[in-house]
């Protein structure tokens, strides 16, 4: 296989990742893939992407608008519905490529972009395979599983009174990602997304921020993907749910799966929501997802 740089306009935005090629001639299938709440796409996907390309398929990695190398403002703001619509420019990005089997595209997600998968594949029928990894499947759900209800009213306050901050002009409030006391403001806070992301960050990602627009979190509260998921069929979907997931929260996304239309197959991995990139987790959700993509993509 062999790995280049690219770049795409996603409607005035410059967005840049890796595209990946099998070895051999074309046209091949293709994936499109995007990471998670503010990371970026060197924590992990190129592995992903390495399991997937080594299988015989093309795969398009690139980073969230606002994020990484792509452009766009303003920085690490995290618009879920702009980041529906870039996977959709990848996809359409993916198919002007010569040497791509336009008719035989998957998307993959992870985490917040797990939800976009949903969203994704059941809006445009381009689709012809996807994997979801231990999705966000409610926003507002999972923001009541982390934040304390006593704490809710003192979050939409700060929210409210930001929207009247940049009404006026200022710059837009600021939160962490993640913080060592989970009891500190953050938008994700649970220890092990301080563990991983400040690990990872340092060993792999230096370009990773720990830090999204207050609006990002507003914007998480209003967005639900699991709402769209009946409508994936009859598009092939896998879903990959870590049993003691406790970010993007395993029982919502149980439920969803429930409610998820045929074809479709669950794969449960024991770990937690940040095993799925390594170790042997790692091993069973990239073995799930590139046999899933194979057997639909590439028949």
Do not use: C
Not at 6 to 35: C, I, K, Q, S
Not at 50 to 69: C, Q, S
């Amino acid at each position: 296989m062999n790995r280049t740089d690219v770049e795409f306009n996603a409607e005035g935005t410059t967005l840049r990742g890796w595209l990946y090629r099998p070895d051999g001639d074309g046209p091949v299938p293709g994936v499109v893939m995007a990471h998670g709440f503010s990371a970026v796409k060197e924590m992990y996907l190129d592995s992903f992407a390495e399991v997937f390309a080594g299988a015989g398929l093309a795969v398009l990695v690139f980073d969230n608008r606002n994020f990484g190398a792509s452009d766009g403002e303003p920085r690490y703001e995290i618009d879920p519905w702009a980041q529906v619509r870039d996977y959709r420019h990848a996809i359409t990005y993916l198919q002007s490529m010569p040497g791509i089997d336009r008719e035989r595209i998957g998307v993959w997600g992870s985490s917040y972009s797990g939800g976009h998968a949903i969203v994704v594949a059941a809006i445009d029928k381009r689709v012809k395979a996807v994997v979801s990894q231990v999705p966000l499947v409610s926003g507002f759900g999972n923001v009541q599983r982390l934040v304390r209800s006593d704490f809710l009213p003192m979050v939409r306050a700060q929210l409210d009174a930001d929207r009247e901050a940049r009404f006026a002009g200022k710059e837009p409030g600021m939160i962490p990602v993640v913080a060592e006391d989970p009891l500190a403001p953050s938008a994700l806070p649970t220890p092990d997304s301080w563990q991983w992301f400040t690990e990872t960050g340092k060993t792999r990602a230096p370009s990773w921020h720990n830090e999204v627009t207050l609006r990002t979190l507003e914007m998480l509260m209003e967005y639900e993907p699991g709402s769209y998921i009946e409508r994936i069929s009859p598009t092939p979907l896998l879903m990959v749910v870590a049993a003691g997931d406790v970010l993007a929260v395993a029982d919502l996304a149980f439920d969803a799966y429930e409610r998820a239309r045929e074809p479709k197959k669950l794969v449960v991995l024991p770990g937690g929501h940040f095993g799925a990139y390594t170790g042997p987790d790692f091993e069973l959700s990239s073995g799930a997802a590139r046999d899933w993509l194979v057997q639909h993509l590439l028949g």
